[in-house]
């Protein structure tokens, strides 16, 4: 897909619908990968801190809080149980 420069609210709306869907699908993709890892609670272990080594990055720059937001909303979708 070719990204477009647009204000048109409209079409943002559905350009973020779009990347929320195909964000959904990576998250299922590796929620099954990451079910069938041989040791589940080292994986989580090593999720969580690779997550905390990037979220502390980027509470170190200017992002949006949006998007600080987003990444500890992904974060429960990686939670193993």
């Not at 869907?21 to 929620?31: F, T």
């Not at 720059?61 to 979708?77: E, I, Y």
Request: hydrophobic letters at 45%; charged letters at 20%.
């Amino acid at each position: 897909m070719t990204s477009k420069k647009t204000t048109n609210p409209e079409e943002l709306t559905r350009q973020i619908a779009f990347a929320q869907g195909q964000i959904s699908v990576l998250g299922m993709a590796l929620q099954a990968i990451l079910k069938q890892h041989p040791d589940p609670a080292a994986i989580a272990a090593t999720l969580h801190e690779s997550f905390e080594q990037s979220l502390s990055r980027a509470l170190g720059r200017t992002f949006p809080d949006a998007f600080v937001d987003g990444m500890n909303d992904a974060k429960s979708l990686f939670l193993l149980k």
